[in-house]
């Protein structure tokens, strides 16, 4: 049987549909958690719930939900990735709503539905509410439907996106199309493809199940879809658009294949539809309607890719405006909710990607079991992963799209470190060079990077500033530096040169991209880097004072910590004896070298600088030692008889027990 999920001008009867028993028991859902992408300013903290009888630390990492794009006051209930503190390998998510926390947890082959933590262990012990509750072994949730015919209009519409030739800006890397293989080949955070979502809400969604907090429950949804995806593909979505009223310009139909049409008529109008900001992006509306009210079974509906009897692909769906689907929410409690329903969502998208029910009679499909993997017509507890059936489908049809950019986003990440020999203090006004690195990682090198960064607090200036050998541009009274990099390297250094005038210097970097269509930024919290260099202070002692060298000279060193002594005096003295100073030094002087070294002794030093005010601060004390040179060993000379063993003898006792080389000892 050849599953091609077709579109229809009219409503489509029951009989002309196709429909799978679509059950799940959601096991799988939290198994492919993957690394969160965590929120700046945000550190992890721990909390506790009840799994049976024993207590168990939660730990809580904040998730930035930059990829959707969404505005902060959204979610205004902040999202975490969980794991058991002690068993690091259990993963799930939970968010806090109207003071209450929900979530999933996957613990030991268990998915645990979190009802509530605590800050107090012994009260999870206490309260039942603080438990976690195993999910059930079979959840049904009803069937997966598709549409046996597309309208001329959607027809022509795919085609002549097909046919576009690539954008410039990606041309070089599409010149042969994209090859799924080569390109996942490389991955950042785990993202090798971004896929453009958008995703539509209607009324019902919160009137009838999610209430005020709709919101934090749509990202919810969203969220468990992108793991999913992320863990067995190396993709993640980026949010388009979303519109939380949207839904309800389709119409009030309760027939799922009607509000299929609608909405795929109603991407290819003119004008289309405001929220649709990009009409080749995989598109999903996700209802609070009931479906199964109309005496029908399906709750998800989605087009797919053509294939022919032989298995062949004929025509892909992704990057037209035919990747389009419709799931309704499903289960009783909100969490029931969050988790069933991006189930749904999940495998609905799945076929736009062009993947059929695992076991279809296509060649594409029917090697592979209907009941061990996500698109199998019945899904059944612990399922955690797309079969090779569904891999093999995602190649064909990502290798098969000409204008991928169209669709796609190529994932980047671009930071600004501080590297080895970063300087962090700095003890006199005289100018000092020190260095950062710019760090970019992405599967494609076509971007323009904007590197700048300002001066503040002190009147510190820029003398000079550099990026992998290019001069920036100074301004704002070299106090302001700016660059741009090219198709960057993976790290290209940063090399600054400052004019310190005060105690203390702040320096604020930031990079950013401003030529990367099509790419997407993985983490943007890292795009700035605030440092603070300490500088020169008023009034304070040298420090850090050390002395090294050899029989005939010593050099001492010290750190200047100010900026506005008048001089240094440099004192010395030889083992017990009395300081005396042998140097005056002008201001700003960090090292001097004594040759006026005796063997023998010890010798200390000492460094004070002085201020005009009459006010002195004096260095540690430092020592080095110059021991007296060893005996000269002289060969007994050769005489007859045995009187020479004798001499021999004592040269012999000589060499074990007479220094052999002078020896320098130093204390600090």
Not at 464 to 475: F, M
Not at 603 to 614: K, L, N, P, Q
Request: aromatic share 8%; glycine share 8%.
């Amino acid at each position: 049987m050849i599953m091609k999920l077709k579109f229809s001008a009219s409503p489509l009867s029951n009989a002309s549909s196709k429909r799978f028993l679509f059950r799940a028991t959601l096991g799988f859902l939290f198994a492919v958690i993957c690394s969160p992408l965590l929120a700046a300013d945000s550190e992890p903290m721990s909390k506790f719930m009840l799994i049976g009888s024993d207590a168990y630390e939660v730990v809580l990492e904040p998730r930035s939900l930059d990829q959707y794009g969404v505005n902060p006051a959204d979610y205004s209930h902040p999202h975490y990735h969980i794991h058991l503190q002690k068993y690091p390998l259990s993963v799930g998510r939970v968010t806090e709503i109207d003071g209450q926390w929900q979530g999933m947890l996957l613990h030991r082959d268990q998915v645990l539905l979190i009802n509530d933590l605590t800050d107090d262990k012994p009260q999870a012990l206490l309260q039942q509410r603080y438990a976690a509750t195993p999910v059930p072994a079979e959840l049904p949730l009803g069937e997966c439907g598709s549409s046996p015919a597309l309208p001329e209009q959607l027809q022509q519409k795919s085609q002549q996106y097909q046919s576009q030739p690539a954008s410039a800006s990606l041309a070089t890397m599409l010149a042969s199309r994209v090859n799924y293989d080569s390109i996942c080949s490389t991955q950042v955070d785990g993202i090798c493809l971004v896929a453009e979502l958008t995703v539509i809400f209607d009324t019902k969604f919160r009137t009838e199940h999610f209430g005020t907090s709709f919101k934090t429950q749509a990202i919810a949804i969203l969220e468990n879809v992108d793991l999913l995806f992320k863990q067995n593909f190396h993709i993640i979505f980026n949010r388009i658009n979303i519109d939380y009223t949207a839904g309800d310009t389709l119409g009030n139909s309760l027939e799922i294949d009607e509000v299929l049409s609608n909405l795929g008529i109603a991407r290819i109008n003119d004008p289309r539809p405001q929220y649709d900001v990009n009409t080749n992006s995989v598109m999903h509306f996700i209802t609070g309607r009931d479906f199964t009210s109309s005496g029908d079974s399906a709750i998800g509906l989605a087009y797919t890719s053509d294939y022919s009897d032989s298995g062949k692909l004929d025509e892909p769906r992704l990057c037209t405006p035919i990747a389009s689907g419709v799931s309704q929410v499903s289960g009783s409690s909100q969490n029931e909710k969050i988790t069933f329903t991006a189930l749904t969502v999940a495998h609905e998208i799945g076929h736009n990607f062009g993947f059929l029910h695992d076991g279809d009679d296509n060649p594409i499909a029917k090697n592979c079991s209907d009941d061990e993997f996500i698109m199998g017509p019945f899904l059944t507890s612990g399922l955690d992963e797309f079969s090779i059936c569904s891999r093999n489908a995602l190649k064909a049809n990502i290798n098969a799209i000409s204008r991928i950019e169209d669709c796609f986003d190529l994932p980047f990440d671009l930071t600004l470190s501080e590297r080895t020999d970063t300087v962090k203090n700095v003890g006199s006004l005289q100018p000092f060079s020190t260095a950062y690195d710019v760090n970019f990682e992405s599967n494609s090198s076509l971007a323009t990077v904007a590197v700048t960064g300002t001066l503040s607090g002190s009147g510190a200036t820029f003398a000079a500033v550099t990026t992998g050998g290019t001069a920036c541009t100074l301004s704002n009274a070299d106090q302001t530096y700016s660059c741009t990099l090219s198709n960057p390297e993976a790290t290209t250094p940063v090399n600054l040169t400052i004019n310190p005038t005060g105690p203390e210097i702040s320096l604020q970097q930031r990079v950013n991209i401003v030529n990367g269509q099509n790419l997407f930024e993985t983490d943007s919290t890292n795009n700035q880097l605030d440092s603070t260099i300490e500088g020169p202070q008023p009034g304070l002692a040298p420090i850090n004072l050390t002395v090294s060298g050899n029989e005939t000279a010593a050099t001492i060193s010290w750190q200047d910590r100010s900026y506005d002594e008048t001089g240094f005096n440099l004192e010395k003295r030889i083992n017990q004896g009395n300081w005396e100073i042998i140097a005056n030094l002008a201001p700003d002087t960090q090292t001097y070298t004594d040759t006026t070294l005796t063997d023998g002794n010890r010798f200390y030093y000492r460094v004070t600088a002085t201020f005009s005010d009459g006010n002195t601060g004096t260095s540690n004390e430092a020592d080095i030692l110059i021991d007296t040179p060893p005996i000269p060993i002289v060969a007994p000379a050769a005489s007859g008889g045995g009187g020479g063993g004798l001499g021999w003898l004592s040269l012999a006792l000589l060499m074990i027990f007479s220094p052999l080389r002078r020896a320098i000892d130093k204390r600090v």
